[in-house]
């Protein structure tokens, strides 16, 4: 079992950056895909973004390429997520996620991943 807890979000405004953390517990961190993926309000979960078990592999959901990086540090068994230029658009739950494997079935789809946070909340305001 893997336990992931987000910290982070908050209310910031358009421009501005913002970094979230997951920090994860139990389970073999150093071979799971990563992910961070996120769910505004009255629409679906969206991938945002996807990291290997080695940190070698990476992968984004095309608005926020260039904008956001996703990183990860398996000694302190920890992935972040840095949001630069942040968008009103990016307003949403941001939900951390674990799959089972080095590299996930599929990057883009919830089904891939086994674990997954409680969320933290990312408003920005325009």
């Known amino acids: 079992q893997v336990y992931l807890v987000e910290s982070g979000g908050g209310l910031v405004q358009a421009g501005a950056s913002l970094k979230l953390s997951c920090t994860a517990s139990?389970?073999?961190?150093?071979?799971?895909?990563m992910a961070w993926f996120r769910q505004a309000p009255g629409k679906a979960r969206e991938f945002v973004a996807g990291l290997s078990g080695s940190g070698g592999g990476t992968m984004y959901e095309e608005s926020v390429k260039g904008r956001f990086t996703i990183s990860r540090d398996n000694a302190e068994r920890r992935v972040y997520l840095q949001m630069n230029t942040v968008k009103p658009e990016d307003t949403a739950v941001y939900y951390c996620?674990?799959?089972?494997?080095?590299?996930?079935?599929?990057?883009?789809?919830?089904?891939?991943?086994?674990?997954w946070g409680q969320g933290t909340q990312v408003t920005v305001s325009a």
């Open positions: 996620a674990a799959a089972k494997s080095p590299y996930p079935e599929t990057w883009f789809t919830s089904r891939a991943y086994t674990y």
């Open positions: 139990g389970g073999s961190f150093n071979t799971s895909a």
